[in-house]
């Protein structure tokens, strides 16, 4: 992690550096031209204020210059954004296009106001006698990439996981793919980061990240008899 984005919660995805990096990108390019904007409006407000034996000075109106005004910082905005653009987009790319590998998929259903997190069971398959539901408990293993297939019953929800840098809308009648891949063991929180009905605050699930011994250990435990 980088110095700079010490603010943020700690990054525990395979993506999150990169997804960290366009947030910086952003942040600063953003802040800089803040600063420079600030800057030449108080330039001005100096440069230019009322002063006692001085009299106002008439400029006759330039077109091209006036146009100038608006049509450079324009062209720097544009080109600023196209870099931003060009930075995020493999990223984007990898987060939302490219599902790796992944011997683990699982379905969450969201619902006013919980997540129901089903597995499919040592068949690996969904609708089966082996399928297994818990509510806001999801539990993965580290290091290994996960596959999740999102759905609603009502209304917009989103999944959102701060440490993994992950959040996905879930939309009534779709099943959204989505994946992840945690790098540290350990409980995060997953709230619901859509607005989605009076109790949307009290909306959320944890994210139980495993060690392979510990995973295989829980997963021996939930289906025992299987």
Known sequence: MLNWMRWLPENVSTYGGEIDAVIALIYYVTLAWFFLTLGVFGFFL???RRRDGRRATY???ERLREAAWILVPVAVVLVLDFWIDLRGGPVWAKVKTTMPPTELTIQVTAKQFNWEILYPGPDGKFGTEDDRQFDNELHVP?????????????????????????????????????????????????????LCGFGHSGMKAWLYVHSPEEYQKWVNEQWASS
Do not use: M
Not at 166 to 187: C, H, L, M
């Open 142 to 194: 580290v290091g290994k990439p996960v596959r999740l297939v999102l759905k609603s019953k009502d209304v917009i929800h989103s999944l959102f996981s701060p440490n993994l840098r992950f959040k996905q809308d879930i939309v009534p009648g779709r099943a959204i793919p989505a994946w992840f891949e945690a790098t540290k063991p350990g409980k995060y929180e997953l709230p619901c980061a859509e």
């Open 46 to 48: 100096i440069r230019y």
């Open 59 to 61: 400029v006759a109106g």
